[in-house]
């Protein structure tokens, strides 16, 4: 079984609809990211989560909120649809080690494509 | 802030070698390698931290400037199976969220 899954894999909706993006992993890290890819932009980070209690907006975070539900989820929502948030979307999970021998080595979900229409 | 990759694309024929540059305007902790196959999520290559470390793993190896805040990807003899984008990773400190560059995109041809 993988160790990041991501559900769904594809979604098309509608401008203005409310989405919700899940990510579940079996990794055992507390750490937590979202990421958005578009073509020849790279990853872009969305939101991050360091533990349970603990989420921080990164690059791109307009338009998108998350929830934290355990160690082991992290779900992200779309509160209102809009086409230029068509992309793919990817989980990741990492551990940052002990110093100074720190890995933080991130393992990527399948990820999800979504198509706003 | 995000780190500048070099060049954006290659393409290769079976058996050539190819270098692929991240610098950063910041100092950095680690250095990170991904690769990225079309459709599928980036796999973990490397990592590199400070102190000028050389790492590889199979015919792919990596070198950290910390002073130049750069590191260089090696790919000697390139294979069908290297055709992917590249990412590099860059963190400034133990601990502190990475940034991705913008990838670099390898194609290699029979």
């Known amino acids: 079984d993988a160790d990041v899954t991501q559900t769904p894999r594809n979604r098309i909706t509608k401008t203005g609809k409310r989405i919700m993006l899940e990510c579940s992993q079996t990794k055992g890290h507390d750490r937590m990211y979202w990421y958005r890819q578009d073509p020849g932009l790279g990853l872009r980070l969305i939101y991050y989560?360091?533990?349970?209690?603990?989420?921080n907006k990164g690059e791109i975070s307009d338009g998108y909120s998350v929830s934290r539900q355990a160690q082991a989820k992290f779900s992200l929502s779309l509160e209102s649809a809009i086409p230029n948030q068509t992309a793919l979307y990817f989980c990741?999970?990492?551990?940052?080690?002990?110093?100074?021998?720190?890995?933080?080595?991130?393992?990527f979900g399948p990820g999800t494509r979504l198509t706003v229409l | 802030q995000q780190p500048v990759q070099s060049p954006q694309a290659v393409i290769l024929r079976e058996g050539e070698d190819a270098v692929i540059n991240c610098s950063s305007s910041?100092?950095?902790?680690?250095v990170h390698w991904y690769r990225q196959k079309h459709g599928e999520a980036p796999v973990f290559l490397m990592i590199?931290?400070?102190?000028?470390e050389q790492k590889g793993h199979e015919k792919i190896s990596a070198s950290f400037n910390e002073k130049k805040q750069q590191s260089s990807l090696y790919l000697t003899a390139s294979q069908l199976s290297y055709s992917g984008t590249y990412f590099c990773?860059?963190?400034?400190?133990?601990?502190?969220?990475?940034?991705f560059g913008p990838g670099t995109r390898l194609s290699v041809l029979p």
């Open positions: 910041k100092a950095l902790y680690s």
């Open positions: 990741a999970t990492s551990d940052p080690g002990v110093k100074p021998f720190s890995t933080d080595t991130q393992y």
């Open positions: 590199l931290l400070k102190g000028g």
């Open positions: 990773g860059t963190s400034p400190e133990y601990g502190q969220n990475f940034v």
């Open positions: 989560s360091f533990d349970v209690k603990d989420i």
